[in-house]
């Protein structure tokens, strides 16, 4: 079965970094789209980041984090990334891994409605 794994989550100051790993499994993640998504606490989901999974997959962020954050990939063994710098309070959040595994699989501004799966989450607290 799919699974969706994340790791790298934890409890920072603000304008601190972390990384984010999504280590997928189950299913072929070559040419479809992986997503990384947060849920603060009585929020909505909200789409944080997308990349094609091919060598030089295009990328997608919310507006709330282009600049700060990064999406990547490591095509051989299909693992998703998300640096994330110059964290704020407001980026405070379970963050979620997602994958599109549609034959017509599309990337764009993530959307919660275009993924499929989803991982368990890992919890990012930024505060002072």
């Known amino acids: 079965q799919v699974q969706l794994v994340e790791s790298g989550g934890g409890s920072v100051r603000p304008g601190a970094s972390l990384r984010l790993s999504c280590v997928p499994s189950?299913?072929?993640?070559?040419?479809?789209?992986m997503g990384w998504f947060r849920q603060a606490p009585g929020k909505e989901r909200e789409g944080v980041a997308a990349i094609w999974t091919a060598f030089g997959g295009a990328e997608y962020y919310a507006e709330s984090v282009r600049r700060r954050f990064t999406i990547s990939q490591d095509l051989a063994t299909n693992t998703i990334f998300l640096q994330m710098n110059r964290l704020n309070p407001d980026d405070t959040a379970v963050y979620y891994c997602?994958?599109?595994?549609?034959?017509?699989?599309?990337?764009?501004?993530?959307?919660?409605?275009?993924?499929?799966?989803w991982g368990q989450g890992t919890q990012v607290n930024v505060s002072s």
């Open positions: 997602a994958a599109d595994l549609r034959r017509g699989a599309i990337c764009r501004d993530p959307r919660v409605a275009d993924f499929q799966y």
């Open positions: 189950g299913a072929s993640f070559s040419k479809k789209c």
